[in-house]
């Protein structure tokens, strides 16, 4: 028989041993979700986890290049590379980044919001840095050099940044810089980019990127805890950019940004015996070191909004009637088709009847009866009237195609339009109506649907003196290594010639001579002793010239375009010019003076050096 004492021992054992089972069954729980958790950070992360912890003490940073130097063709610096010192961001180091950010806030007075916009813009691996600002000032720079201790993952980077010597010299030509896009970033000739680092993105910057923009290099470096630079194990410096030397002449493209001051049109300056750009102007113009340093949202909107356009490339951009400057490829068809010879006379009364409309020449009271030259020199539209009639838009158009017109002259500059040469099935293409003969008579003296650029128009002044050569414009001269050496020359290049035979094309010239040099000549209020010159205004209407009232129209912006094109000296011609003075109303009167002081600059020198 069990006692009383002998009970009550066995009833507290069983309730000790259910206890000791429920803890061993905890623990035992407890131990196989450690050896579950420690399988799969070894087994599964464990190549991660061993990356992050090699990114977290050695790691690889970039060293930009820099980039080539760009010179004009007596070797003046254009463009130079100065000291930027921009602010990064390793977001894996930095830990707590809103507080971080808050503290470059402080430091810097810019806001938090700008620093997550760019974050949100560069999101990509978490040691990989991010560049918050560019171009910090020199106090900035000391305030976070100061605090860099409480600032984990911050750092600044020494990086060259653009500087244009002459802010707004030749800034259509030269181009400038701006940060790479993300569309950029995906093209495969980008693939050495990074966020935040520039590229050219118009004119030659833009053109000749690749050359310029040098090879990337690079450090190995061991960082601490908290992403700051211990010591340098290796570093393979970058390759500078070469040096692009361009055809430009520096004093002659001042000279005629000066002439163009206040102004709205453009002005290109050829060498007639290969192409290469001398000088070109778009007036107005701005300042490429906005860009360089980054541009303000306020700056670009006064930029982006300026009704005189200072961001559009009027030179190769700009499309306008080219006027009476057309007349000389109206001559040279209407001699090489035979409808006119150099003794063929018209009689100029002021007007000629067609159909129901009159067609006004721009001197009312006539240039009386005149022949093929007499009609170049006065610039006579009715003499080209009759020419029209007998020799139609089509074959007009065949010969202003040949001339350059109505194409991409190909000048190595981005963006350049191609112009408009009419035809009947161009217009029947295009609006679905037939051609209008008394739409010939518009054409023919540089009209209607006629459009071209100040480029196209220089080239066939170069053309027209040079003896008939087209030439691709040249921006380029040559490209050198950092050390001196050319390693890249650029050489003329023809791109056609003239459709016109040398007794013709001498006529032509000839012509061009009168109308600087002959009493009655159009432009002859620009003669000088230093030099002759052939020359060739034009005066593009804006408005229809229908009626009395729509042809005396001085409403402001909708005066006529002033046009003038010429080429000197005479004999030997070494520099060609096309001036547009958009709503600069007389040819004579305002693009030919430009002109000829271009040219005299050039040959002769303006004495202002």
């Known amino acids: 028989m069990v006692s009383d004492l002998e009970y009550l021992k066995s009833k507290e054992t069983d309730g000790y041993r259910r206890r000791l089972m429920i803890l061993f069954a905890i623990a035992a729980g407890f131990f196989l979700l450690l050896l579950m958790r420690l399988f799969y950070l070894q087994i599964f992360q464990g190549h991660e986890y061993a990356r992050l912890s090699e990114n977290n003490c050695i790691r690889l940073q970039s060293i930009p290049p820099h980039r080539g130097l760009i010179y004009d063709r007596h070797g003046t610096l254009l463009v130079d590379n100065r000291p930027a010192y921009d602010l990064m961001i390793v977001p894996g180091d930095a830990g707590n980044i809103i507080e971080v950010l808050e503290r470059l806030s402080d430091l810097t007075g810019i806001a938090v919001s700008d620093f997550q916009s760019r974050l949100e813009s560069q999101r990509g691996p978490g040691f990989r840095a991010v560049l918050l600002r560019q171009d910090l000032d020199r106090d900035a720079v000391g305030l976070i050099s100061a605090r860099r201790y409480d600032l984990p993952g911050v750092r600044i980077e020494a990086k060259p940044r653009r500087q244009y010597m002459y802010p707004g010299l030749a800034a259509h030509l030269i181009g400038y810089l ?77 000279r005629t940004e000066d002439l163009m001051k206040d102004r709205v049109g453009a002005v290109v300056a050829l060498d007639p015996t290969n192409g290469q750009v001398l000088a070109m102007v778009s007036s107005p113009s701005f300042d490429q070191n906005l860009f360089a340093r980054g541009i303000r949202t306020d700056e670009w909107r006064s930029l982006a909004q300026n009704p005189h ?103 190595d500059l981005d963006h350049e339009e191609a112009g408009l040469v009419p035809t009947a099935a161009w217009k029947r293409r295009r ?135 010429a080429f000197a000296p005479y004999d030997d011609p070494r520099i060609a010019v096309a001036v547009i003075v958009e709503h600069g109303e007389g040819g004579a009167r305002v693009a030919a003076p430009i002109a000829a002081e271009v040219m005299r600059s050039y040959l002769v020198g303006s004495g202002e050096k």
């Open 178 to 254: 701006g940060e790479v896009s993300s569309n950029e970033l995906q093209r495969p000739e980008n693939k050495d980019l990074r966020g935040g680092d520039f590229i050219g993105k118009t004119g030659a910057e833009r053109v000749y990127d690749a050359v310029l923009r040098g090879e990337r290099g690079g450090r190995q470096v061991e960082v601490n805890a908290r992403g700051q630079v211990i010591r340098i194990l290796q570093t393979v410096p970058a390759k500078p950019g070469g040096s692009l030397y361009l055809a430009l002449d520096r004093d002659l493209q001042g």
């Open 309 to 411: 356009r200072p961001m559009e490339n009027k030179a190769i951009q700009g499309l306008y009637p080219p006027a009476s400057t057309y007349k000389m490829i109206s001559a040279i068809a209407a001699l090489e088709e035979g409808v006119v010879d150099s003794e063929t006379r018209f009689f100029c009364s002021g007007s000629l009847r067609f159909g129901d409309r009159d067609f006004r020449c721009w001197r009312r009271t006539g240039h009386g009866n005149l022949n093929l030259r007499e009609a170049l020199e006065r610039s006579c539209d009715v003499y080209f009237y009759n020419v029209a009639q007998r020799l139609g838009v089509d074959r007009l158009a065949w010969y202003a195609r040949a001339a350059g017109f109505g194409r991409r002259t190909g000048v």
């Open 431 to 565: 609006t679905g109506v037939s051609w209008q003969a008394g739409e010939t008579l518009s054409v023919i003296i540089g009209q209607g649907y006629n459009l071209a650029t100040c480029m196209q128009a220089a080239l066939m002044a170069a053309a027209l003196g040079n003896g008939g050569i087209l030439y691709r414009p040249q921006v380029a001269l040559e490209i050198r290594k950092a050390g001196g050496e050319v390693v890249r020359p650029f050489t003329p290049e023809v791109t056609g010639r003239l459709p016109v035979s040398p007794e013709n094309l001498e006529l032509v010239r000839l012509s061009m001579r009168d109308v600087v040099h002959a009493p009655q000549g159009t432009a002859r209020g620009i003669r000088t002793s230093e030099f002759d010159m052939g020359g060739k205004t034009g005066t593009a209407q804006v408005l229809s010239r229908r009626t009395e009232e729509e042809e005396t129209s001085s409403r402001p912006g909708f005066e006529p375009h002033a046009w003038f094109v």
